[in-house]
């Protein structure tokens, strides 16, 4: 992955007031779920307004409990949260930031949240309860495909279903011809894709025969693990493309904007210094002209010893707007810190030479949002647009 070399970015511009906005013809929310200690919320970033705001605590999730490996995906003005494992959080030893996650259950649960009315409502949930799974809005439908569904064991499952908003039901898809968890989707082309993730075939339907030795199950490979699996929603069938993730680690995102599709990294490493475009035609991903960064906190002004905490993507237009969170030492703290929330923005779009690609904004919070050490993403996020 990135076979070709990148120009450095164009000089970038910071805003502490006001962002680029974009949306066209309403306003844009980009929503995420966050952990704050054990409290799991939606959070609403608008780019017009460049303020951040926590929306509320997920219904449904008990106190002292997070979920992770969940999926959030806009459909019209409305924001998804489906499946995902539920864990236990508890202080750490000593206390401290740090917190204890056990597992404790495989979640089907569904809930929408409404942007413009601001109000939650539980849907049908998931036929197979599942986490760590690939999803997206396809032909104003959700389809979801692969992930977990036990918490014992790393095994992946091949099945996939579709979310009808209109009839408020889940229909099951065919199974793809892999197992794959860790894997990531995206609509291109009409079609919903699965990306990469750790997969394996799917085992032989046969049972063996009395006194036959069972098939040996065949072990994730490197080939398949770099494939893509794609449903073609007007066939109804699965096709494979070998080599579409040219990495043996999976994905983190694969957004797609103006017929184009956009990565920024892997799931061990969500920035990997510059943003990435892929050639269908070739079957390649290379590095975006000026997209080059090896360090987005360079945007803005933050201490040399600022780490970044999360890293998470959303399409807004032409524009690939990402919401990282660092975490920055208080003075006269001890080892206290505190969350600073940047947000930093490339112009896919942008013509070189004659605008920057790059721009970073320091979002306001709202009261409710004051950040601590404690916030964690738990998702990646989706835009949602409200007509006018």
């Known amino acids: 992955m990135g076979s070709l070399d990148g120009d450095a970015a164009t000089s970038p511009s910071f805003s502490s007031t006001g962002s680029s906005g974009g949306g066209g013809g309403g306003r844009v929310g980009i929503y995420a779920c966050f952990a704050h200690g054990g409290l799991t919320s939606l959070e609403c970033y608008e780019p017009g307004a460049n303020t951040w705001r926590r929306v509320g605590k997920l219904p449904g999730v008990p106190d002292g409990h997070v979920v992770k490996g969940f999926a959030v995906v806009a459909l019209g003005e409305c924001v998804y949260v489906i499946g995902g494992r539920l864990c236990r959080r508890e202080r750490g030893v000593a206390g401290g930031e740090h917190h204890r996650d056990t597992d404790v259950a495989v979640r089907a649960d569904v809930l929408r949240y409404d942007a413009r009315r601001g109000e939650w409502e539980r849907c049908a949930p998931l036929l197979v309860p599942r986490f760590d799974f690939a999803c997206a809005p396809c032909g104003g439908r959700i389809c979801v495909a692969g992930g977990q569904c036990s918490l014992s064991g790393a095994r992946g499952t091949a099945a996939a279903e579709v979310y009808d ?9 065919p199974d793809m011809s892999t197992l794959r968890y860790k894997c990531v989707g995206v609509t291109w082309h009409g079609r919903f894709h699965v990306v990469g993730g750790f997969a394996e075939s ?7 025969a009395p006194g036959e030795m069972a098939a040996v199950l065949p072990q994730s490979s490197a080939l398949e693990r770099s ?10 069938v699965w096709e494979i493309i070998p080599g579409m993730w040219q990495l043996d680690v999976p994905p983190n995102q694969i957004v797609a904007v103006a017929g184009r599709l956009f990565s920024s990294g892997d799931c061990l490493n969500s920035w990997k210094g510059h943003v990435e475009v892929y050639d269908g035609e070739l079957n390649i991903w290379s590095i975006m002209d000026h997209s080059t960064l090896p360090d987005l906190s360079l945007l803005a002004t933050l201490p040399p010893s600022a780490q970044r905490l999360y890293l998470t993507m959303a399409v807004v237009d032409t524009q690939l707007y990402f919401l990282a969170g660092y975490q920055v030492a208080v003075a006269d703290a001890g080892d206290g810190f505190r969350t600073v929330s940047l947000v930093h923005s490339f112009d896919t779009g942008a013509t070189p030479g004659v605008m920057p690609a790059w721009s970073s904004f320091h979002p306001t919070m709202d009261q409710e949002s004051v950040e601590d050490g404690s916030k964690e993403l738990l998702s990646q996020c989706c835009s949602v647009q409200l007509s006018s």
């Open 165 to 173: 908003a209109g009839k408020g039901k889940w229909s099951a898809l």
């Open 202 to 208: 799917t085992p032989p339907a046969d049972e063996p």
């Open 227 to 236: 494939s893509a699996e794609v449903f073609d929603c007007a066939r109804g």
